[in-house]
């Protein structure tokens, strides 16, 4: 691991450098217009916006010394130094440590209700208990319909002489009623 | 040679190669070797005939090319008639695309009744190819009810599980559906004069406005073509079929049946809701697209907690259609276009999901996603594929699903905003439950034992899943390849709303 780091580290420093003197500032100028950044940098003079750049490249350089000072006391030259912070700091360590609880809080807030919204409301409310149900029960009706039905169909000749007198007597008893209205 | 004198037959070569296969597979003695090696050939065979459109098709035309219609049956009026635009030349290669990875991919899950399984993928994807290419409404309706007889065989011969309870619900629901849509058909026959089965001129008749009683008919013909179309699709809430007949389905059926039969129902809403019917698709639109977008989040919410993961891919699918129903329904040049790609992207991406998930089972026998976990450790080169395909589904940006996926936002951006802001969510879904589900099945220790013990892929798994990375990467990268050939046809399916809202501006 150590190649790509030192490959990477090396960009890093030489990277920054390639973009000062402006270089860049016209790279796409047929497509995109000067932002309003390098509108101001021009109204209020280049000196000023060449002055607050450099005092932030600053910052961010001491920053990341500072940074590296630090892990070096911590971890190389006191080792045992962050656990007495840490007693010393008491809570403050603790939440601090469980990224504020940020994590705790979002599973609360969202993760469980989507999980066990989707789960019980979604899924086995609405798609098997509605949906799929419907169509379930669609299907067994028809099923139980036709399992009362096909007990005409008994093999007995007498019944079935029976059901066509019945339906004979049907149909002429609509005949009639409708003559006669 | 000179392959362009192929045209006038192209396409009935490449929709019937398979079929014949099949045929000729009954004559096979039943050494299985040799069958798999025939439908492995035959498969590839359509495959390479397929290429043939793409690379023949004029891509600056919008209209129907390499078109045969003879006629077949002088009464009623039907004809062989056949014909393919920049959208469904697509559909036709996905299909043939995906038929050999299925054979490789069946290779050993199948042990009995080989003979009868690879007889019924090739007359599938026959069938399949049939429905993109038939340009007669009977021609079509026979190719589409002709999918769901060796479909229903597939899942409920070769399935696992319930098979036979979700083949019968695939049957009776898809079967339910086309009912109105034969009703549609045969309407439009008898008030068509000349009485004709034929796109074009019913389409001709229809924009000259000479059948009688179509203003009145109209909106129930047009909800006879899209019922029989959302189910297929399937829209919420008429997609309860759908996981079920994944789950159970085998390997290739799940491939075929997310890959290319869900874009049944998208390219008939395409090609027929939207051409037919210009008006009733404008006035409809607004319930359609919400139904599209209830469709994406909650198929990604229900898909985020499947605790199987054929399951958790079934329910994403519904999600990734919704996608596709709100590109059409906006009526918008990039959410057509965007529609028609993420078509061929989800049929890419979901077909190698279920690829993928099959290898699991062919291992573990199982697909509850708690049995695996940490599997990055015994099965690296399986973990790549795996991830490969599921960015892809996901949409990110240089793999397919990104391109359409965009496109559609746009699409919906334009026609309704808050349409378009809220289908945003569903990119954002779809990572939750495709990358919950791949940490919790390759990421951490092993928690299973039995794991460690699996075997990582082999060559012949190799081979079905590189196609399947590589068309990811293709058509991320240069999705112009294909979108130079969908976007005329698109600007055509378009051209009746121009009309139409000229029509209206001008009164």
Partial sequence: MLAPLVILAFLSVVGGWIGIGGRFEHFLAPVFQAGPAAELARETGEAAGQFTEKLLMGISILAAFGGWFFAWLLYSSKPQLPARIAQALGGLYEAVVHKYYIDELYAVLFVKPLIDGSTTILWHGIDQGVIDATVNNAADAARDVSDEARHMQSGNLRSYAGWVAAGGALVIAYMVWMGVR | MNTASLNPIILTLVTFIPALGGLLILFIPRRDRDIKLFAMVISLLAFVASLHLPVHLHRNLGGFQFEID????????????????????????????????????????????????????????????????????????????????????????????????????????????????????????????????????????????????????????????????????????????????????????????????????????????????????????????????????????????????????????????????????????????????????????????????????????????????????????????????????????????????????????????????????????????????????????????????????????????????????VMGVAPIMWLNAIDPAVQSALAPYAQYMAKVVGQ
């Avoid at chain 2, 290779?107 to 007669?136: C, M, N, P, Q, Y």
């Fill in chain 2, 70 to 473: 003879k006629p077949w049956i002088a009464s009623p009026n039907i004809h062989y008639h056949m014909g393919v635009d920049g959208i469904s030349v697509w559909l036709v290669v996905l299909t043939t695309f995906l038929t050999p990875l299925c054979v490789l991919i069946s290779w050993k899950s199948i042990h009995e009744r080989v003979k009868e399984f690879f007889i019924l993928l090739l007359l599938l994807e026959t069938a399949l190819i049939g429905v993109f290419t038939s340009l007669d409404l009977f021609l079509f309706y026979f190719f589409w009810e002709a999918t769901l007889i060796p479909m229903a065989l597939l899942i409920g011969m070769y399935g696992h599980g319930r098979k036979v309870y979700a083949a019968v619900k695939y049957f009776l629901f898809t079967m339910i559906g086309s009912m109105f849509m034969l009703a549609a058909i045969i309407w439009l026959y008898t008030h068509t004069s000349p009485n004709s089965f034929d796109f074009a001129e019913i389409q001709r008749q229809i924009h000259a406005g000479t059948i009688p009683g179509f203003s009145t008919a109209a909106p129930w013909l047009f909800l006879g073509f899209f019922i029989a179309f959302a189910v297929k699709v399937p829209l919420f809430p008429l997609h309860t079929w759908l996981p079920d007949a994944h789950v159970e389905a085998p390997t290739a059926g799940s491939v075929l049946l997310a890959g290319v039969l869900l874009k049944m129902g998208t390219y008939g809403l395409l090609r027929f809701n939207l051409s037919l019917f210009p008006e009733e698709a404008r006035s409809n639109a607004w319930w359609i697209m919400l139904l599209a977008l209830i469709g994406i989040i909650y198929g990604a919410l229900v898909s985020l907690v499947q605790p199987n993961l054929k399951k958790l891919i079934a329910y994403s699918s519904v999600s990734h259609l919704g996608f596709v129903v709100l590109g059409i329904f906006s009526f918008t040049p990039a959410g057509l276009n965007g529609a028609v790609f993420v078509m061929l992207a989800h049929g890419v991406a979901t077909g190698g999901l279920f690829m993928l998930a099959g290898i699991l089972y062919e291992r573990r026998h199982t697909y509850e996603i708690t049995e695996f976990g940490g599997l990055a450790t015994p099965m690296p080169k399986y973990a790549t594929f795996f991830l490969v395909t599921v960015l892809a589904s996901v949409g990110l940006p240089l793999l397919n699903g990104f391109i359409g996926e965009f496109m559609v936002l746009t699409g919906a951006f334009e026609a309704r905003p808050v349409y378009g802001i809220l289908a945003a969510t569903g990119v954002i879904w779809s990572a939750c439950y495709l990358l919950w589900m791949y940490q919790r099945v390759f990421f951490g220790k092993v928690t299973h034992p039995v794991n460690n013990t699996l075997a990582d892929l082999n060559l012949r798994e190799k081979s079905a899943l590189v196609p399947i990375a590589v068309a990811a990467i």
